[in-house]
């Protein structure tokens, strides 16, 4: 009569409830017998929506993972803990939601580090972004996560995500410092071709100029040093 809709099943028991009350009803078996039923069928079905509903955010967990979207993977997972914990009487069985937590932890919480990173570059806290991408890496390495499928990228394959010339700079910058010199000459190419302006990037055309000069020299000391200047 109801079918689904629990909360006028749930109206309908307590009706019946208070009618029996009032009609001094209470010790008649009939009627006990019909109230108890009902409040089976209502139990039954709140357990059947929430077995579904448990069932579905666990597959929907199943699919990001698949997806290597591990923060909304916890999400659903959480929300389909939350439904056991809401329906305790209904023993829904959630072993399988804390062992696939366990297992995705270290993905969820390298992801929640480049979201930090990202969100740093949105700042413009360059410093504070490549420090917490070098942790992230650390703990990527340590927990082995690319067993999960995930890959780590460099710093500037993620700068290079955003419109944003001055943290391309930076990214030149650092590199030079860390002697990649044929990465900042990349980069700095970028920022020719995004017209940078030029009196910015003075410094670093001359720092990268100069080592990639007397890198050339090193691979060839007999060649042509104009060459080399050029």
């Not at 995500?161 to 700095?188: G, H, R, T, V, W």
Request: charged letters at 30%.
């Amino acid at each position: 009569m109801w079918g689904n809709n629990l909360e006028e099943a749930r109206a309908i028991y307590q009706q019946c409830v208070d009618k029996q009350e009032q009609y001094l009803l209470t010790q008649k078996s009939e009627v006990n017998t019909a109230l108890e039923r009902l409040a089976e069928k209502i139990f039954f079905q709140e357990c059947t929506n929430a077995q579904t509903a448990f069932e579905k955010s666990l597959e929907n967990a199943r699919i990001k993972i698949q997806e290597l979207d591990f923060i909304q993977a916890e999400s659903d997972l959480n929300r389909a803990r939350k439904i056991s914990i809401d329906n305790t009487s209904c023993n829904i069985k959630d072993q399988v939601v804390s062992d696939i937590l366990l297992r995705i932890h270290p993905a969820i919480q390298y992801q929640k580090l480049i979201i930090e990173v990202e969100e740093d570059i949105k700042r413009n806290s360059f410093a504070s972004a490549h420090e917490k991408h070098r942790q992230a890496g650390e703990y990527f390495k340590k927990q082995k996560i690319e067993n999960l499928g995930i890959e780590h990228n460099e710093f500037t394959e993620i700068a290079l995500k955003y419109n944003n010339n001055n943290l391309i700079a930076y990214c030149c910058d650092f590199s030079i410092k860390n002697k990649d010199y044929k990465k900042a000459f990349e980069l700095l190419s970028i920022l020719e071709k995004r017209s940078y302006p030029l009196n910015y990037s003075r410094d670093y055309q001359e720092k990268i100029g100069t080592q990639m000069a007397i890198m050339d020299y090193e691979e060839n000391p007999q060649g042509n040093f104009k060459l080399n200047i050029m």
